[in-house]
């Protein structure tokens, strides 16, 4: 069942399927989303309440401040201001601090506060950070078996401890970096389970090309598992104590799993990427039971390339 029918509610469209919120308040899921060529943000009633043309993105963050950092073009890091939709900071890692004339990508990126911002630099495989003027504050290198400036990483994220947890997309592998020695102090390869690689995005391919990986409060970790249409979490001694696989969900099916955001209640809301029309792009669920309280189905609107959103607070500035 395609829920396109925006500015429906979505609370009606729930109530319609069967399921409820569960606890999680309707005010907390406006959203903002890369699809179709735009930057959106969605009101909990569906509505689209500001949009801005912009290329395709792999990391997507929204500020206290209610700005947004996105990537642009390959290898540029940038703050907008919604309200004016101009850009009011920027880094380009193809031209600063080494990187002048190699080939450098960028897919994963973080605001750590106090002017910092951390950046996952692909091609010359190391993550930076460097301050609001551009100047590098630190660099740590990256392990990278399977070499390849698009691929190395995607979503790169800083602990609390000061270590990087980084998802290396080609080498189908999750790896911990020691924040002050840049050793490896962590990994997990994502298993195949025993099948045959698959090439291509939607439901029928199949690999390990993790896309993010989310450190618990418990120490275990979240890991998407991309093209292996599922996500897993994995013990510091990487046994896997819960998994949720590709026809899990029924009638929902399971393709190119992106993000994942674990919300105060407990529950995750997971990115759906490349699914095919009449299947949702997000997915929220109680992981205690695999219920499913909420989806956006948009594929009308913003097409098959949905890799990354973030839900946001109405409590933070409108950015209408």
């Known amino acids: 069942m395609s829920l396109g029918l925006s500015p429906l509610s979505w609370r009606l469209v729930i109530g319609l399927l069967g399921c409820s919120f569960a606890g999680t308040a309707i005010a907390d899921h406006a959203v903002v989303l890369h699809g179709d060529g735009k930057l959106v943000r969605l009101a909990p009633s569906g509505e689209v309440t500001w949009e801005m043309d912009w290329p395709a993105i792999h990391d997507l963050h929204v500020l206290p401040n209610g700005n947004l950092m996105v990537q642009r073009g390959p290898a540029e890091v940038v703050e907008i201001d919604p309200r004016t939709k101009q850009i009011v900071w920027s880094y380009d890692s193809s031209r600063a601090n080494g990187n002048e004339g190699r080939r450098v990508e960028v897919h994963g990126f973080q605001p750590l506060g106090e002017g910092r911002v951390m950046i996952a630099e692909t091609g010359v495989r190391r993550i930076i950070e460097v301050d609001r003027d551009g100047k590098l504050l630190k660099a740590t290198p990256l392990t990278v078996d ?31 970096y020691d924040g002050k ?39 275990n970790t979240l890991v998407t598992t991309g093209n292996g249409h599922g996500v897993l979490e994995v013990t510091p001694d990487k046994r896997i104590v819960w998994q949720l696989s590709q026809d899990d969900l029924p009638p929902i099916r399971l393709a190119w799993v992106t993000t994942i955001e674990v919300l105060k209640n407990g529950h995750y809301v997971i990115g759906n990427c490349h699914a095919g029309p009449g299947q949702p792009l997000l997915i929220e669920l109680d992981p205690k039971t695999k219920r499913v309280v909420w989806t956006l189905d948009r594929h009308d609107d913003f097409g098959n390339n949905v890799s990354n959103s973030q839900l946001v607070n109405l409590r933070i500035p409108s950015i209408r």
């Open 146 to 176: 399977h070499p390849d400036p698009h691929s190395d990483t995607r979503l790169v994220r800083k602990l609390a401890n000061g270590n990087y947890l980084v998802a290396h997309e080609r080498d189908g592998v999750i790896r911990e």
């Open 181 to 219: 020695t840049a050793e490896v102090v962590w990994d997990y390869e994502v298993p195949l389970f025993g099948k045959e690689r698959a090439s291509g995005h939607g439901p029928d391919a199949f690999g390990n090309q993790a896309f993010a990986a989310v450190r618990l409060p418990s120490g």
